[in-house]
């Protein structure tokens, strides 16, 4: 938030000039909100974790909210643009909606591996996507897309579907990483020793004679 206000460029929490009477760097002021919105559940998180003050399911509904208010502010973030451009944000829409659907389904379904899992599936599809919209709006070798260019506009969507099968790839990879080390350290876990788990009858016993 600091960075897109106080930058070279930023408005540096200006929203209104009155001596041209125009809105002032509405893109950064759009950002800024964006990630207001992920700072609110990070803190709700904290609170959550660190007191009783509120309900858990909480952290998943703001996060949802923070998830929605990104895609709502992107929604209208693409007028006056070229249809390239459009295009590549809107199929950024699919994950960041659809993370918001998914946290939210959290709020009622918390622990769910499948949702967990489909949440940090879209989580990197959204981040690999912002690095692949970089590289279409930016090229690293000078050579600009043509917006107007419907093979362009092919080529994105395919390669979207890319990115979405390698994300699966690499949270199916990290989850099966993850849970083959914990099975095999539990594995190697020494039992506990039966003498300590003594029976509530033993216990009866034992006070009986100690009375």
């Not at 009783?52 to 709502?72: D, H, I, K, T």
């Not at 989580?123 to 692949?132: I, V």
Request: glycine share 6%; charged share 15%.
């Amino acid at each position: 938030m600091l960075a897109e206000q106080f930058l070279a460029d930023g408005p540096r929490l200006h929203l209104y000039d009155s001596t041209e009477q125009h809105w002032k760097d509405l893109m950064n002021w759009q950002h800024s909100t964006m990630y207001l919105f992920f700072g609110l559940a990070g803190a709700v998180s904290l609170i959550i974790h660190t007191t009783e003050a509120a309900p858990l399911a909480l952290e998943r509904l703001m996060l949802a909210v923070a998830f929605f208010n990104q895609g709502f502010l992107f929604f209208y973030h693409l007028h006056g643009r070229s249809m390239l451009d459009v295009h590549v944000h809107q199929l950024l829409l699919f994950a960041v909606f659809g993370e918001a659907f998914v946290a939210f389904l959290e709020v009622f379904h918390r622990g769910n591996i499948v949702l967990e899992l489909l949440r940090c599936t879209l989580t990197f599809l959204q981040g690999s996507w912002f690095w692949q919209i970089g590289f279409v709006l930016y090229p690293p070798s000078g050579a600009e897309w043509d917006p107007k260019d419907h093979n362009n506009m092919m080529f994105v969507s395919m390669c979207y579907s890319w990115h979405l099968a390698f994300a699966m790839l690499v949270v199916s990879v990290l989850y099966g990483a993850v849970s083959s080390v914990v099975c095999s350290r539990l594995r190697r876990t020494p039992p506990m020793e039966m003498g300590l788990l003594k029976p509530r009858e033993r216990e009866a016993e034992s006070e009986d004679e100690i009375l």
